[in-house]
């Protein structure tokens, strides 16, 4: 700063000094204006949201399926006994269900135990497979119906109100219905004595997975 008042004062001219010291001046402004504006600042808005509509639980399904079935526990085997399909085809089927599983009898004798039964009108029993020790075709609008005769293994601890319990609440999964509890199971199921045995039997209804 010295060097160019001596500069100006030596004789520089008159317009160089005047440039100069415009510029000067023009920086100490621009450093002003810019060192004294506002600091800018956070605004805070509170944004009210729109109402959301509270959504209807949504009421269950009308059970399409019915499911009547029976368990037999008998020496060393569970005998399982089912019959699915809609509401409409197995309605006129419940109570020759009840009469067919009441003809239900094993053989004695030395060996295992092997079911026999009588057929109603309109039922024809067809082979076995890998999986089923017998299939009982039934006569039914759209189509025929099924009843399943199967066996398990029976629960060698002699736990059969833990296993039967499981079993049905296996059937119940299958409808999309929850299961029972231990305490829930004689509410549910009717009782059916069979020989020595007692039969558990079961009707369902839900929607089939």
Known sequence: MLRFLFHCSLGSPRRGCRALGAGLIG??????????GKEPQIEQYVVQREPQPVAEPSSP???T?????????????YWFFK??????????????????MQSVKFSAGPGPSAPSW????????????????AT????????????????????????????????VNRWRDQLGLKPLGPTELAAHTKSLPIGATQAILTDFEGICS
Do not use: H
């Open 27 to 36: 920086l100490s402004c621009l450093v002003y204006v810019g060192g004294c």
């Open 61 to 63: 399904r009308e059970p």
């Open 65 to 77: 399926d019915r499911m009547l079935g029976a368990i037999i526990p008998l020496d060393e085997n």
């Open 83 to 100: 019959l699915t399909g809609s509401k409409a085809a197995t309605a006129p089927l419940v109570e020759k269900f009840g009469t067919f």
């Open 118 to 133: 009588t057929l109603p009108d309109g039922w024809a029993q067809k082979p076995g497979n890998d999986f089923r020790f």
């Open 136 to 167: 009982i075709e039934i006569a039914a609008e759209p189509k025929p119906l099924e009843l399943a005769v199967s066996k398990l293994p029976r629960d060698p601890a002699g736990k059969d109100d833990a296993a039967l319990l499981a079993n």
